[in-house]
């Protein structure tokens, strides 16, 4: 598999869900469920692309220095 991402897009994504998490951690008691609901799982896509690429670039530099 080959994670199509930069490493920029992949510090942006984690900073995007960093912020949707504080966001959510500050306004969580004023938010319904389903807001609460939206908000995790806009931070979940995001970190799992990033993981998903982290992942992989692991992968790869191992495979180079083998």
């Known amino acids: 598999m080959s994670y199509e991402i ?3 897009q992949a510090a942006n994504r984690a900073d995007q869900a ?3 998490l504080l966001m959510l951690s500050k ?5 319904d ?9 806009m931070a979940c ?5 990033v993981a998903a690429w982290l992942i992989e ?9 083998a």
Do not use: P
Request: net charge negative; charged share 25%; glycine share 2%.
């Open 6 to 8: 930069t490493i920029q």
């Open 18 to 20: 960093n912020v949707t």
């Open 27 to 31: 306004a969580i008691d004023d938010m």
């Open 33 to 41: 469920i389903c807001d609460i609901e939206t908000a995790v799982v």
């Open 45 to 49: 896509d995001l970190v799992g692309s």
């Open 57 to 65: 670039e692991q992968a790869q530099r191992e495979k180079a220095h």
